[in-house]
């Protein structure tokens, strides 16, 4: 089987090399791999090349085929001009295509040794564009495509070098775009949280983008408040990090935005590390002189230090539903 297929994609008319890409897909990875030390993958790369669609779908099937689970495969298919190929494609404006080709870019940018070239040919501006609804006339991209794209650049965020790259593109303000157009609690805002989050920890740059940006503490008040745990979770770090690289500009702005009653409740039922990024944040909030030293407290003492504070305040800036979350919080960790 493997040969009859090898041979009609290199020596077939149009009808055998489409048939023949359809079937390798049909193929177990043990096949697979055999077609792929056939060479294979040059001819279904060109058939990318032409202006033929049902063609190019089928290769670009045959392709994901290839590289899924297999990380030779999805070096050689980029050595061999995919991601050049990719780029071309979407100039043809066609829905169906986008999303095969981001599918492409996100199984490609899963292999550590695929990463620099992606980045290197453009690949980041084009999909934060397309993001952005900003690429040709892509406004209609779907769900699964926006987050496929998300993914994509997550992948290439966690190569260092890359992430000047990432950063300049532009990705802060359509992530927080994306954040500000959905629901808190859905998955494309759970993703582009989690990739604002990463590059807020790693760029210095990409933190100065997002803590100046208009709403954007609003919108993570609300993320913590209305997210899924794990949105809750990348919220409440990048609210940290804001705080932390300049307590006195933006303390004050958090506390305005509400953000204690959500922070409260976090620190009782979030995720462990949301609780941890909850507890930090309420210290730098109340009290920063002797922030150190209270992190070695144990829970108990830690809660009640933060309710004397709170109670100092009154309701002035928290009200009443803030000291029952505190009240509630110290009777869950006191058990």
Known sequence: MEGFVAQNLCNGNREVRIQAATQLGKLNAKQRHKLAERGVIAPLISMLQSQDYEAIEAALFALLSLAFGN?????????LGLIPALLELLQSQNESLTELIIAAFLVISSCGANKLAIAASGAISVLVKILGGEYDDTDGISMRAKLDAVATLHNLSSCHQIIPSIVSSGI???????????????????????????????SENALAQTSGAGDAIRAFVETIEEGTPQCKEHAVGILLLICQSCRDKYRGLILREGVIPGLLQLSVDG?????????????????????????KQSKHELVEQIMQEIDAEGEKVMGTKALRLVEDMIAKLST
């Open 172 to 202: 802060v303000f359509t992530l927080l775009q994306l954040i500000h157009s959905y629901e808190k609690s859905s998955e494309l805002v759970d993703k582009a949280m989690a990739l604002l989050e990463d590059i807020t920890a790693s």
């Open 71 to 79: 990380e030779r495969n999805k070096i050689r298919i980029v050595k």
């Open 271 to 295: 995720t462990w590390r949301a609780k941890e990024k909850a507890k930090q944040l309420l210290l730098l909030l109340r009290d920063c002189t002797s922030y150190r030293s209270r992190a």
